[in-house]
């Protein structure tokens, strides 16, 4: 449906002067003010101001026995070159938001074509995007790309770009990735949106939802993370990636929907097992993500009970040296503190820690999540100082392992100021307590 010659007027006017309004008007009738042949016309004038009126010469010369419209044109000469077209119907299937233009390039295999700096020239002049003033950012107009896809029954530009954001999430829990990942949640979600018209793409459009699902957990974006899962669960069919995506909506729903976590939860170790056998390591972690949600619920004899049998299948399975286990261990540490045997908590906990240090070092969040655990068994033994100790050190790994604003060291800070007023209550009760007594 066209607009109307005044929409048509006003949105020419950025590159019409008022001395052109007569030859503008004349444009916007030479085409027929149709919204995608005039945004392709004001992004050419904007690149190339020579005129409404010499557009519409240029325009009324190119129309050969029908009523050829200038996009219908752009993409003719876009498909004259195998890598511009491959970029265009890439793009396509993207957001209408900046894209990175070195990794729209990337996304086209030299066997089927390539795309380079030239390709992106080519789109550019033609007018079927946008670019910054760099050249590093590209965009397309969504009345292009919807041209675009229409002119790509196959959907050959979904296939191309499917690959590449797969990888481009590949790797949520690294810091290192996140900067790609963030430029690009925008454009994966709008392509999975797309991914839902194409029956053979259905399990690609899983596979990227859950991706996209374990990097808004890892950015603390818990509720996103929930509907993500929520929305691969629906297309699942086979039990083993049932199982595995109802454990990470588990996790997603944790201390937020702590009935449905566990609930999620305790359907995970029930497919896992159909899917694996008894055995398998999945069934062990999911057992003990189990554990924490009778843990959040203070079902603590069920969580006990699901964490034992998890360190048992996991010891059975994998070895009692796996790093994995002395995160369970560090979870029976926790689960002593709450039933009250702080002792036997400490022991756990301190033999866990150095487990993993030796393993990973100390900016690991294995790490950091222990120093907490044993930090809150020595507040509760009244060990104020090595509990202060042992939270400062986890939150000084945290900052440079997430960063400011990530959810645990939000925790981290919060648990570590309550030492802080513990040992400022303990002072003013004690004006004797000094030098290292209040440290």
Same mark, same amino acid.
């Given at each position: 449906m066209g607009w109307t010659r005044s929409q048509a007027l006003a949105f020419l006017a950025p590159v019409s002067s008022l001395s052109e309004l007569a030859d503008a008007d004349g444009l916007a009738a030479a085409l027929h003010d149709d919204p995608v042949a005039l945004h392709v016309a004001r992004s050419f004038l904007k690149q190339h101001p020579v005129g409404t009126a010499r557009y519409a010469q240029v325009i009324q010369s190119r129309r050969a026995g029908g009523d050829l419209l200038p996009m219908q044109i752009a993409l003719a000469r876009a498909r004259l070159s195998l890598p511009a077209w491959q970029l265009a119907r890439v793009v396509a299937y993207l957001a209408a938001e900046p894209l990175q233009s070195d990794w729209a390039q990337a996304t086209i295999p030299v066997e089927l074509g390539g795309a380079d700096a030239e390709a992106v020239a080519d789109l550019w002049r033609y007018g079927l995007i946008s670019l910054s003033q760099d050249g590093e950012l590209l965009r397309m107009?969504?009345?292009i790309q919807d041209a675009v896809r229409a002119a790509d029954p196959r959907h050959r530009g979904a296939w191309l770009s499917v690959l590449p954001m797969l990888d481009a999430f590949d790797s949520s829990e690294e810091?290192?990735?996140?900067?790609? !990942?963030?430029?690009?949640?925008?454009?994966?979600?709008?392509?999975?949106?797309?991914?839902? !018209? %194409?029956?053979?793409?259905?399990? %690609?459009?899983?596979?990227?939802?859950?991706?996209?699902?374990?990097?808004?957990? !890892?950015r603390g974006r818990s509720e996103r993370a929930a509907l993500l899962y929520e929305v691969a669960l629906r297309l699942?069919?086979?039990?083993?990636?049932? !199982?595995?995506?109802?454990?990470?909506?588990?996790?997603?729903?944790g201390d937020d929907q702590p009935e449905a976590s566990r609930d999620n939860l305790r359907q995970a170790v029930a497919l896992a097992v159909r899917a694996h056998g008894a055995g398998h390591p999945s069934i062990a972690r999911n057992r003990h993500a189990l554990s924490h949600a009778h843990e959040r619920l203070g079902e603590l004899a069920e969580a006990r009970r699901e964490l034992e049998r998890a360190l048992h299948e996991g010891e059975t399975y994998l070895g009692k040296d796996d790093l994995n286990l002395a995160v369970g261990r560090h979870s029976l540490g926790d689960l002593l503190r709450q039933e009250g045997n702080l002792q036997r908590s400490k022991e756990i906990l301190e033999g866990t820690l150095a487990e993993l240090i030796t393993a990973v070092g100390?900016?690991?969040?294995?790490?950091?999540?222990?120093?907490?655990?044993?930090?809150?068994?020595?507040?509760?033994?009244?060990?104020?100082?090595?509990?202060?100790?042992?939270?400062?050190?986890?939150?000084?790994?945290?900052?440079?392992?997430v960063g400011p604003d990530h959810p645990h060291v939000c925790s981290d800070q919060a648990?570590?100021?309550?030492?802080?007023?513990?040992?400022?209550?303990?002072?003013?009760?004690?004006?004797?307590?000094t030098g290292d007594d209040a440290r």
């Open positions: 107009h969504a009345t810091p290192a990735s996140w900067l790609l !990942s963030e430029r690009l949640d925008g454009h994966a979600q709008r392509l999975t949106e797309h991914l839902a !018209s %194409i029956r053979r793409m259905r399990k %690609i459009r899983q596979a990227l939802l859950r991706r996209l699902g374990d990097y808004a957990r !890892s699942a069919h086979d039990q083993e990636a049932r !199982s595995e995506l109802h454990f990470q909506l588990g996790l997603a729903q100390t900016d690991d969040h294995r790490v950091t999540a222990c120093r907490t655990g044993l930090a809150k068994t020595y507040m509760a033994l009244g060990d104020l100082p090595a509990a202060r100790e042992q939270l400062e050190q986890a939150l000084a790994a945290d900052l440079r392992l648990e570590l100021d309550e030492v802080l007023r513990e040992q400022l209550r303990a002072i003013a009760g004690d004006p004797a307590q």
